[in-house]
């Protein structure tokens, strides 16, 4: 656990940079579904029913394993935080937030997903997936899902994003 090094007010020492890091509950989940859908379309079968089926089994089998490999291997998703900016990047963007717009850090819990909302004071025009959630009730700027980042205790880092933003508002 050398890799959570933290102050003596036992926040985190900035500058702090992780990578996303999935338990291996979450490799068992991808991999057995993955292996489900393919033992699906594995079934013997001529008529044009199960050619739909094994279509649409390997269309969410490729969606599935693309995400798992993405998260796993070759677009993981990072945290970055020093004294002037927050960054997150995940599967489909990424984010920059100057810690000083920042006006809100809360956990928040969507369909069993507990996130790390932060909302930040924003100008310009919203993207694609900024938009789509608005209209869906999330105000956060960034919602980092905290399984996926094994390696953080997000009470930590809530409390060393308050500390960061409060400096900065002084």
Not at 13 to 33: D, T
Not at 60 to 84: H, Q, R, S, T, V
Not at 111 to 130: D, M, N, P, Q, Y
Not at 143 to 162: A, Q
């Given at each position: 656990?050398?890799?959570?090094?933290?102050?003596?007010?036992?926040?985190?020492?900035?500058?702090?940079?992780?990578?996303?890091?999935?338990?291996?509950?979450?490799?068992?989940?991808?991999?057995?579904?993955?292996?489900?859908?393919?033992?699906?379309?594995?079934?013997?079968?001529?008529?044009?029913?199960?050619?739909?089926?094994?279509?649409?089994?390997?269309?969410?089998?490729?969606?599935?394993?693309?995400?798992?490999?993405?998260?796993?291997?070759?677009?993981?998703?990072?945290?970055?935080?020093?004294?002037?900016?927050?960054?997150?990047?995940?599967?489909?963007?990424?984010?920059?937030?100057?810690l000083g717009t920042i006006?809100?850090i809360e956990?928040?819990?969507?369909?069993?997903?507990?996130?790390?909302?932060?909302?930040?004071?924003?100008?310009?025009?919203?993207?694609?997936?900024?938009?789509?959630?608005?209209?869906?009730?999330?105000?956060?700027?960034?919602?980092?899902?905290?399984?996926?980042?094994?390696?953080?205790?997000?009470?930590?880092?809530?409390?060393?994003?308050?500390?960061?933003?409060?400096?900065?508002?002084?």
């Open positions: 656990m050398e890799d959570l090094i933290t102050e003596k007010n036992d926040l985190y020492s900035l500058p702090l940079h992780k990578q996303a890091n999935l338990k291996w509950s979450f490799h068992l989940l991808f991999g057995f579904s993955v292996t489900l859908l393919l033992g699906f379309i594995l079934i013997p079968g001529d008529d044009s029913e199960k050619f739909i089926l094994n279509l649409i089994f390997s269309v969410f089998m490729i969606f599935i394993l693309y995400g798992w490999l993405a998260l796993a291997f070759f677009k993981k998703p990072y945290l970055i935080i020093n004294d002037e900016y927050l960054e997150y990047k995940w599967l489909f963007g990424r984010k920059r937030i100057d006006n809100q956990f928040y819990s969507e369909s069993g997903v507990t996130r790390l909302g932060i909302g930040a004071i924003e100008h310009g025009k919203l993207s694609f997936f900024e938009a789509t959630d608005r209209m869906l009730g999330r105000n956060y700027s960034v919602s980092i899902v905290v399984s996926t980042f094994s390696n953080i205790d997000f009470e930590k880092l809530r409390l060393t994003l308050i500390a960061k933003v409060n400096q900065r508002k002084q």
